[in-house]
Structure formats: C-alpha cells, structure tokens
C-alpha cells in the first residue's frame, strides 16, 4: 500500500513535468564540456527550496541520472567527455563514430545508461542496508588497496605501449602531489602560488586534454588531409542505430557485469562514476573474445562503460542515504538539499520519512524512463552535429571548454590549466601516448597516498595492517589477479592452439 501511495505521488502531473525538466537540462549540461552535473545540481537546488521535496527531488535526480548518461553524447561524437564519467566512453565510442556507427553507440549509450541505472535502483531498494553495512567495514587500509586497484589500470588502459602509459601514469601520479600535504598540511610543489593551495583542479586538466586537445589535433591532422585532396573523411556517417542480435549477444554480459561493478564501486565514498567506467572496461576487455577491438571502437566497451556509469547513482545513493556519507561531489549537494527540507540522512531517514525515500527510489526508475525516450529520439539530432561544418564545432568546443573550466570556481587560473593541459594533450596525441593513464594518476594519486598514510598512522608505522583486514585480502588478490590475467590468458590460449 505503502509503494503504491509513492507510485501514485510520483506519477502526478507535477512531478512528472519537473521530471521531464530535469532530464533536459541534465541532457544539455552533460553533453557540454566542462558544465558538470554537481554544478547543475548545486545551481538548480535553491530553485528547488519553493517546491514541496517531491517535486523538488524529481528535478535534481533528473538532472543527476541524465547528465552522467548524456556525457557519453560529446565523448562519442567529438572525442570530448562531457563529464569525467564519460572518459572510458571515449576510448571506443569515438572510434565507432570514426567507423560510421555513431548512432549506434549512441544507442547503446542511452539504453545500457538505462539498463545500469535502473538496475543500481532495484538493488538501492531491495539491498540498501547490507550495501551499507559493508562498506561501513572499509577502512584508510581497504580504500588503499581499491584506489592501488584502479592505479593498476594504467597498465590495461595504455592500448598501445605499456611503458608510455606508465610514464603518463607517473607524471599523472606527480601532478597529484600539488597542493597542502593530507597529513601535515604543509606546501608541496605550490611555488607560493595561492591557486596551488587545493592541488590541480581535475576538471579543467580534463577538458584540455581530452577536448582542446583533441580538438588542436584534429585541425594538425585536417590541415593535412585537405592539403593532400583526399576525399577519405575522417567521419563516415552515422550507421544504423540498433545493434544485430549478434551483436547483442556480445554486450549483454558486459552490461549487466558492469551494472554490478558500478553498484560495488559507486556505493564506496569518494570513487564515483569515472572510476566504476575505467575499471569496468578494463574487466569487459579481459573477459571479450574481441580483445583487440577494445580502444578503436568496440561495442563492449562502450556498453560496459555507459552501464557503470549511471549504475554507480544507485551505490552512492545507498551510501548517503542510509549512513548520511556521500559516495560522491553530487550526492554531497543532494544531502546538502535534504538538510535544507529538514530530513537527516542516516538510518533514521527510513524510518522518519519512509514516503519520501520510497518517493526518491521510484523516482529514479521514472528518470531512468525518460532518458530512455528522449535519449533514443535524440540520436538522430545527436548525429546530426557530424554534419556541422568542423570549424564551427572546434570553435564551439573551444569557447565551451573556457567556459566550463572558469564557471567550476570562477577562477581564471583554471582556464590557463586547461590551456596548459590542452598544450600537453596535443603532444600527447601527435607522439600516441595514451590519454587515459595520465588521467588515471592525477585522479587516484591522492586517494592513494592519504589512505595509505593514515593506515600506516593508525598501526603506528606497521605494515601489517594491510593484509589483517579479509576485504583488504580480498582487495590483494584481485590486483595480483589483475597484473598476471592477460598473462594466464596468453597461455591458455597458446595450449588450446
């Protein structure tokens, strides 16, 4: 009775048409470089204050499911993630637009977006406390062990040479020392320089590389092309938009695979979509038969990631909600929003105001459905900027990125990141170095280095604390599994042939 009550409020007129806003500008945010989904959120949450909580919440969480998916739009079409989620999505999906499938890898970015997102709900409704209670036993060990797990990926997102990708890796990992030290709060690498203080902002290095970048070596390369009157465009059409049922043999496993590793990894406080996306191509990779298609457009990679992506909403709203911790930037503005209505995260959240989190669940699944119809009614318009004339989505790219790197703190230091990172990015790409490592270090470098820190603070300098914990074993294993898989792999092959 209690369900069909919710059921009943969230199908309403007035919840749904604040719904349907929220997906739309959640859609326009993520497919813009730069313009991030905490920064709709933060920005639309005292729009929200004259609404009753429903109401209210059906914009931000539509705001929240539908900029995660719609980052995946500009990381396929242009090469340019619109949000850091969608960085594993631009390693194949731009390479299936340059194969003239575009539309479909916009397809699979909306439907399996969907599939995770709906997914993660379900289990954030049937499971939300044991979810919780487990990752209630991490500790600074556990969170070294995860963040040295995702470190380890450098070696399997460097598609191509392993030792250029540790050596982005490396420089990522040095970059994330700028900044006060975690533990003594001392300067390091700062220079005096006061806008060093915090480190360097993760948004604005992003854009450079992956979208000035990007966008400086494509003109490098059209400038050549168009001096040797080729007529071989770089870009072939858009293709049919719905996947064979071959091909839909071959992604349903990575899917519903990673749906469940962004449940694991969005339910865990400072890992986010980005991280669940990087780690779930990694594994949709060792586990295909297509291994090699994986960086230069293969459809496993891109619904691998796609799924993780929106599935890690799901985790890090059962981590805020019933333990009051956010499992990342959004969800800190959404607890920020339920405070402001006078509700307390936590277990008592549950208990206090049942309706309104039962309201909440449901109206994920709604937002989820939404996407769903506008996402797949969008593609062809999506496809569509392929046929925009390549100067004016360069210059539009360029005034985007400035954009979107000065509105995160209004800080015009970030714009000459960007543009520094920009320089990097171009030469990074003319030389094929791999991109992803590089933003893999500066992203988990801190991580790892606090918790190891505090881990060795607690147990007074014994190393022994790393390997007490079963999860921190557990944790062992899989990066050790994970260094020697593609090696195992190797021979199994080689004594089958």
Not at 50 to 74: C, D, Q
Not at 147 to 171: D, E, H, R, W, Y
Not at 460 to 479: A, D, E, H, K, T
Request: hydrophobic share 50%.
């Amino acid at each position: 009775m209690e369900w069909l009550i919710s059921l009943r409020d969230v199908v309403s007129f007035g919840v749904l048409v604040y719904a349907v806003l929220g997906v739309l500008v959640g859609m326009f945010i993520g497919m813009m470089p730069g313009l991030t989904s905490t920064m709709a959120i933060a920005i639309l949450t005292p729009l929200t204050f004259w609404l009753e909580p429903t109401r209210g919440f059906a914009m931000l969480i539509g705001v929240y499911n539908s900029a995660l998916f719609a980052g995946g739009i500009s990381a396929i079409v242009i090469n340019t993630p619109g949000t850091p989620a969608s960085i594993a999505t631009s390693f194949d999906g731009y390479g299936m637009t340059k194969r003239g499938r575009a539309s479909l890898a916009l397809s699979l970015n909306t439907i399996c977006s969907v599939i995770g997102g709906i997914l993660s709900t379900l289990l954030l409704i049937v499971a939300a406390f044991p979810l919780a209670n487990f990752v209630l036993k991490f500790g600074p060990s556990e969170f070294f062990w995860l963040a040295l797990f995702g470190l380890i990926m450098m070696v399997s997102v460097s598609q191509g040479s392993m030792i250029k990708g540790l050596l982005l890796g490396s420089l990522g990992l040095l970059l994330s020392t700028i900044g006060l030290d975690p533990m003594l709060s001392s300067q390091r690498f700062t220079f005096n320089n006061i806008n060093l203080m915090d480190g360097v902002s993760f948004i604005p290095v992003m854009i450079g590389i992956f979208g000035v970048g990007e966008m400086a070596y494509q003109i490098f390369t059209w400038k050549h092309i168009k001096e040797e009157n080729t007529e071989d465009e770089v870009i072939k059409g858009s293709g049919s938009m719905f996947p064979t049922a071959k091909e839909l043999k071959r992604i349903t496993p990575p899917t519903f695979i990673s749906a469940l590793i962004g449940i694991i990894i969005g339910a865990i406080p400072g890992a986010g979509g980005d991280i669940a996306s990087i780690v779930s191509w990694d594994v949709s990779k060792k586990l295909s038969k297509h291994p090699e298609e994986f960086g230069n457009g293969s459809i496993e990679g891109v619904a691998g990631t796609c799924s993780a992506n929106n599935a890690s909403i799901g985790g890090a709203l059962t981590t805020a909600l019933t333990l009051g911790v956010p499992g990342d930037s959004n969800t800190a503005v959404l607890l920020g929003t339920l405070m402001m209505y006078g509700m307390v995260p936590g277990p008592t959240l549950f208990s206090g105001n049942g309706q309104f989190v039962r309201n909440l669940m449901l109206l994920m699944i709604v937002a989820n459905i939404l996407i769903l119809i506008i996402g797949l009614l969008m593609v062809k318009v999506s496809v569509k900027i392929l046929n925009v004339r390549k100067e004016a989505i360069w210059m539009a790219v360029f005034i985007l990125c400035c954009v979107g790197s000065y509105a995160l703190n209004k800080n015009f230091f970030d714009v000459l990141v960007m543009f520094v990172s920009g320089i990097l990015g171009f030469f990074f790409r003319k030389m094929d170095f791999p991109l992803g490592p590089f933003i893999l270090g500066l992203l988990l470098g801190n991580l790892c280095e606090t918790n190891m820190r505090r881990a060795l603070t607690l147990s007074q300098g014994s190393y022994m604390i790393f390997v007490r914990n079963p999860i921190s074993v557990v944790l062992i294993c899989l990066i050790i599994l994970s260094l020697f898989f593609p090696l195992i792999q190797k021979r199994i092959k080689a004594a089958r042939s």
